[in-house]
């Protein structure tokens, strides 16, 4: 999991006690990514300072470039935005901090043109583990 940061003078790798002090935006409670970051703080006996919280987690980055505080990213986010992130990219130094996301399909069951080309995209883009 990374961090997204407008432009903090941060190491490229940070543990969580680090960002004690920092402002977060985030999403709204309930969110897998705000259980997370709020798992992550308790973890380390600390409360995120959220200080802007939306509904959808795509405009994260783009309220974290403007400058608004720092969020807790997937790094599928990171290598999608690509050039185009509006933010500046830490790895998070946390042993528990991952999600994993599952793509399962019937091994016989017909798959349409686009289910095809949508499974060999995932299957390129974002496999990390194939255990």
Do not use: K
Request: charged share 25%.
């Amino acid at each position: 999991m990374d961090f997204a940061l407008a432009s903090q003078p941060l190491a490229e790798r940070v543990a969580v006690a680090e960002l004690a002090d920092e402002e977060f935006v985030s999403t709204r409670p309930g969110h897998w990514q705000r259980a997370l970051l709020e798992r992550l703080f308790a973890h380390a006996g600390l409360t995120p300072r959220v200080v802007c919280e939306g509904d959808e987690a795509a405009a994260t980055t783009e309220l974290i470039g403007a400058g608004l505080g720092i969020g807790l990213m997937p790094a599928v986010t990171r290598r999608a935005l690509g050039e185009f992130s509006p933010a500046t990219w830490l790895r998070l130094d946390a042993a528990d901090c991952h999600r994993t996301l599952t793509l399962v399909w019937r091994p016989h069951a017909y798959l349409s043109p686009a289910a095809q080309d949508f499974r060999r995209l995932a299957v390129e883009r974002f496999i990390l583990d194939e255990s």
